[in-house]
């Protein structure tokens, strides 16, 4: 599918853009003591260093996010930069967005993350935004732990649109997997938990962009 096409079918059903009140059906991040207020976004954006070479950073989705809130400085993706509202939100690498890139546009070879972001900008800023919050489930600190025992579950994402916690185990340990919208792309696993650990945001890394609608 062309790129041009998803921005088309995304835009298509007026998908809601604020921040759903939370639904999800896992326990919360439990802890002895308060948690922090420091939001992914300071987390985010402390790599100063831009589009580089190490595809398990967050250049694209950090570019991602400051694009949307440039454009549209009260979209409810705000909500990554206020540490005091509870969320978790599923972070895919620059090695995600470069494959979603290539499946997109049918290219033989990874785009570079600057190619990449190219891309994902050219959707428009509405269709960023819609992917954005697909990837951010408010109102839960949900922890590895809390994650590990979440199998089967449904998060309502501040899309409004959900995706389902698939556990499995194998030779590794217990993996998590996110059931998003497309059908017909690999389910995107979590690389690693617990980035910001010990504050009310917290994010894992996920190795493929989730997907808000099913596409062929």
């Known amino acids: 599918m062309k790129i041009a096409r998803l921005a088309a079918r995304l835009a298509v059903g007026a998908m809601a853009t604020a921040v759903a009140a939370t639904a999800v059906a896992v326990p919360a991040q439990a802890s002895g003591r308060d948690l922090g207020n420091r939001s992914l976004a300071a987390v985010l954006t402390r ?9 398990r950073d967050f250049d694209v989705l950090t570019a991602a996010v ?16 206020d540490g005091t509202v509870a969320l978790t939100a599923f972070v895919p ?45 408010p109102g839960a600190t949900i922890d590895r732990k ?10 309502t994402t501040a899309l409004g649109a ?14 998590v997997r996110l ?5 017909s792309d690999r389910n995107a696993r979590v690389v690693v938990f617990d980035i910001n650990r010990g504050n009310k945001q917290i994010a894992h890394a996920v190795d493929r962009v989730l997907r808000p609608i099913d596409l062929p």
Do not use: C, M
Request: aromatic content about 6%.
């Open 66 to 81: 400051l694009a949307v809130l440039e454009a549209k400085p009260d979209s409810p993706v705000k909500v990554l930069t």
């Open 179 to 183: 059931v998003d919208a497309d059908t």
């Open 162 to 175: 959900t995706v389902e916690v698939d556990v499995r185990h194998t030779w590794f340990g217990r993996q």
């Open 146 to 155: 809390a994650a590990l025992k979440a199998d089967g579950a449904d998060l």
């Open 93 to 137: 690498t620059d090695a995600a967005f470069r494959e979603l890139v290539r499946d997109l546009t049918g290219a033989h070879r990874l785009p570079s993350e600057q190619a990449a972001f190219t891309a994902v900008a050219g959707l428009g800023i509405d269709t960023v935004e819609n992917v954005l919050l697909y990837h951010v489930v």
């Open 47 to 55: 790599d100063t260093g831009g589009f580089d070479h190490n595809s």
